[in-house]
């Protein structure tokens, strides 16, 4: 647990810069057998031992954080996976990176991850990235975005990291690695600093072994920022707070997941029947409008906003960059043909035909409209519930040489129970419950906007 690291870095049981050597070692031998990691700051995260030792008052003080690539770490490359920003290194931090920083939280490196965040299994990575492997069982994929991230906390004591969901990529990888992934609120947590994926969508969250870790890594990362427009003034909850606290009286709405596998399905009512010992009680609802618009919504929606971010990416400020005797457009299509994956091109063209004019109002505008229905599904359901629960996805971690067979459309229904919480931007949480032939199993918890709290109290009664 991280309070207990951070008490004894306090106390002096524990050297901040010689456990900071331990850890990077550590990562480095994970590393060289899974591939959770693009780049190690090792210069970086002595120096900042260095400095807790000197201190020693923050409330992460000593902490090891790896964080994924597409979030800005000042002086470390940031990539967000792809090969058209290679050798870019950030002249600022991200504002959840600074937020950390200040309560001396050390970086030890960057994660892997699917390019700009584009897959659901981490086997799209950028800049010759072997594709990470699942800490369970070799054989079996991370999960994606935030595979590298999943992957190494899940064999990295004493250690929590940093990552981003778009649609789910904090919350599948976490399911299939068996840890925790929380996915805040849109809005609670800045994006500034962020690479994006889609403006309305990315959020950044915490990828930990325990729910107090993530309570406490929460507390730190959340809040209004004045670089982001986006972030919410609604006052932060002190979410340690939640920590224990009784179920008793939680009203708890079940989804009806047609045709779901039986072991999913008897681990999920394994955890709701926990929480009904408790107190808590449940009833089957249904959301028909995300359950059919959902995925095609996102889809449109993600791809449309992914192809404008990704514009401004030439060959010209910052990233890869030549100078050929060309004309501009001949040298902006040669780089981008060159330096974008096969995925990020194939989101790049939908995206632009999505927006092109006479097709805005028949798929992204139509896409929008949806969004807002699906906002209002959740938001009538919230009325009359605390938390929504389901599986975090549909099935346990596939094999690789399974997934490379998928066509991209089948690859994307993956994200079928994720992405309604992500457009809703409502809380949301994947906790690790049970496993089916050794492969985590996770299990989904949802809550109002802003109700972060109450997947942590759901979480601490899990957990016990």
């Not at 659901?120 to 800490?135: E, Q």
Request: glycine fraction near 8%.
């Amino acid at each position: 647990m991280i309070s207990q690291l951070v008490s004894n870095v306090k106390k002096e049981i524990i050297d901040p810069v010689e456990n900071t050597y331990k850890i990077i070692e550590k990562a480095k031998k994970i590393n060289k057998e899974y591939n959770y990691i693009t780049t190690f700051s090792e210069e970086k995260a002595i120096e900042q031992a260095k400095q807790v030792k000197k201190n020693k008052k923050g409330l992460l003080a000593g902490l090891p954080i790896t964080v994924k690539d597409c979030i800005c770490v000042k002086g470390i490359e940031t990539s967000a996976g792809s090969k058209i920003l290679k050798g870019y290194k950030p002249v600022f931090n991200a504002t959840a990176i600074n937020n950390l920083e200040k309560q001396e939280a050390i970086i030890i490196g960057k994660t892997v991850q699917d390019e700009f965040g584009f897959g659901s299994f981490n086997i799209n990575t950028g800049l010759g990235y072997n594709i990470p492997k699942n800490p369970v069982n070799k054989e079996h994929v991370t999960g994606g975005s935030s595979g590298g991230s999943a992957g190494i906390t899940k064999l990295l004591d004493n250690h929590a990291s940093i990552a981003e969901s778009t649609g789910g990529s904090i919350e599948t990888p976490a399911s299939f690695c068996g840890v925790i992934g929380f996915c805040p609120t849109y809005s609670r947590v800045s994006r500034y600093g962020l690479i994006s994926y889609a403006n309305s969508l990315d959020k950044i969250g915490p990828i930990t072994k325990s729910i107090s870790d993530t309570a406490l890594l929460m507390n730190v990362i959340s809040g209004h920022d004045e670089n982001d427009c986006t972030t919410s003034n609604e006052k932060v909850s002190n979410y340690t707070k939640a920590l224990g606290k009784s179920v008793k009286g939680l009203r708890i709405g079940v989804m009806k997941i047609p045709e779901l596998d039986k072991d999913i399905d008897k681990a999920q009512w394994s955890a709701i029947k926990e929480l009904e010992e408790k107190g808590a009680s449940y009833e089957k609802i249904e959301l028909p409008i995300t359950e059919k618009y959902g995925v095609p919504a996102y889809y449109i929606i993600a791809m449309s906003e992914a192809s404008t971010n990704l514009a401004c990416l030439s060959g010209m400020r910052y990233g890869v960059q030549e100078n050929p005797a060309m004309h501009f457009d001949e040298y902006f299509s040669m780089i981008r043909s060159s330096n974008f994956g096969k995925e990020a091109k194939r989101r790049i063209i939908l995206g632009t035909f999505a927006r092109m004019a006479g097709y805005r109002e028949a798929y992204y505008l139509k896409a929008t409209k949806i969004r807002t229905l699906i906002i209002q599904e959740y938001k009538k359901l919230f009325k009359k519930y605390d938390i929504i629960v389901s599986p975090t996805v549909p099935f346990v971690a596939p094999k690789l040489k399974d997934v490379e067979k998928l066509s991209p459309v089948k690859q994307y229904l993956a994200d079928t129970l994720t992405v309604g919480p992500n457009l809703a931007g409502i809380p949301h949480m994947s906790f690790p419950f049970r496993e089916k032939k050794g492969l985590p199993i996770g299990i989904q918890f949802m809550s109002d906007h802003f109700k972060e709290e109450k997947l942590i109290t759901v979480g601490s009664e899990l957990e016990k």
